[in-house]
């Protein structure tokens, strides 16, 4: 199978998706998080590895868009 090759328009649009399921995934904990009557900060503490996998993800997509627009 021949692979096709990944556009900036596509990363573009993946780093759009990632960014929305980023704020998703933090407003729908910590409003949970206030029904259980949990802190805050707690709860931001759990969240962070998952966060910051995130951003990690999104940096690294963001890098390879800058290089294909670089290169085109």
């Given at each position: 199978?021949a692979k096709?090759p990944?556009?900036?328009?596509d990363l573009?649009?993946?780093?759009n998706?990632?960014?929305?399921?980023?704020?998703?995934?933090?407003?729908?904990?910590m409003?949970a998080?206030?029904?259980?009557?949990?802190?805050k900060?707690a709860?931001?503490?759990?969240?962070?590895?998952?966060l910051?996998?995130?951003?990690?993800?999104?940096?690294?997509?963001?890098?390879q868009?800058?290089n294909l627009?670089?290169?085109?």
């Amino acid at each position: 199978m021949a692979k096709t090759p990944v556009t900036a328009a596509d990363l573009a649009e993946l780093i759009n998706e990632f960014e929305k399921y980023r704020e998703r995934l933090v407003n729908e904990t910590m409003e949970a998080a206030k029904k259980a009557k949990l802190s805050k900060k707690a709860t931001m503490a759990k969240l962070e590895p998952q966060l910051a996998d995130i951003d990690a993800k999104l940096q690294r997509i963001r890098e390879q868009q800058a290089n294909l627009t670089a290169s085109d």
